[in-house]
T-cell receptor, first 114, second 115 residues
Framework: ETGVTQTPRHLVMGMTNKKSLKCEQH?????MYWYKQSAKKPLELMFV???????ENNSVPSRFSPECPNSSHLFLHLHTLQPEDSALYLC?????????????FGNGTRLTVT | AQSVTQPDIHITVSEGASLELRCNYS??????LFWYVQSPGQGLQLLLK??????LVQGIKGFEAEFKRSQSSFNLRKPSVHWSDAAEYFC?????????????FGPGTSLSVIP
């Protein structure tokens, strides 16, 4: 079992649908992240929840909405997406403030918007 | 501004040959450096990390990396590549530790291995 679990692994949705991505970490970390990985582009940090503080990339469209009910669970709510939102969405966790704690990633959700 | 460059977009090596993947970073203070590997359809897995001390660090799967402050480099090496090493490799740097880890990733190097 990996320390960070993402569901679903694959998701196909139409532009008018509403769906959610789920992430759960079993590492006792206090920070969780959403990254977007598109072909031919660098990893893009979308959102961070750390020590109950939410940090976001201002360039992320409002059709993406994160939710972090506790330090172990993270959601990414999706609505009225565009085809260019098709990508691999990666969740990660870390122990923020610790100098010896790298990011731990889940296996990602492959999202296709039709 | 902090940045990471990986000059090689794609590298092809023969199985059993040695490997070196290049990484250069830009950061004013002592950086925290990482190498991650991503197999197709998977997330990123940590190969190794450097924080301080010995500039030659050992990682998993037989990989090692050397931190050279004078060259702002953190190159990844492996003496003998296996076919299963074919993957995407990312170099990353963390700047100052704040309330979260602001990790800057390089663009990645895709490794192909010829049997």
């Amino acid at each position: 079992e990996t320390g960070v679990t993402q569901t679903p692994r694959h998701l196909v949705m139409g532009m008018t649908n509403k769906k959610s991505l789920k992430c759960e970490q079993h590492l006792g970390h206090n920070a969780m992240y959403w990254y977007k990985q598109s072909a031919k582009k660098p990893l893009e940090l979308m959102f961070v929840y750390s020590l109950e503080e939410r940090v976001e990339n201002n360039s992320v469209p409002s059709r993406f909405s994160p939710e972090c009910p506790n330090s172990s669970h993270l959601f990414l709510h999706l609505h009225t997406l565009q085809p260019e939102d098709s990508a691999l969405y990666l969740c990660a966790s870390s122990q923020a403030g610790s100098y010896n704690s790298p990011l731990h990633f889940g296996n990602g959700t492959r999202l296709t918007v039709t | 501004a902090q940045s990471v460059t990986q000059p090689d977009i794609h590298i092809t090596v023969s199985e059993g040959a040695s490997l070196e993947l290049r990484c250069n970073y830009s950061y004013g203070a002592t950086p925290y450096l990482f190498w991650y590997v991503q197999s197709p359809g998977q997330g990123l897995q940590l190969l190794l990390k450097y924080f301080s001390g010995d500039t030659l660090v050992q990682g998993i799967k037989g990989f090692e990396a050397e931190f050279k402050r004078s060259q702002s480099s953190f190159n990844l090496r492996k003496p003998s590549v296996h076919w299963s090493d074919a993957a995407e490799y990312f170099c990353a740097v963390v700047g100052a530790k704040t309330s979260y880890d602001k990790v800057i990733f390089g663009p990645g190097t895709s490794l192909s291995v010829i049997p």
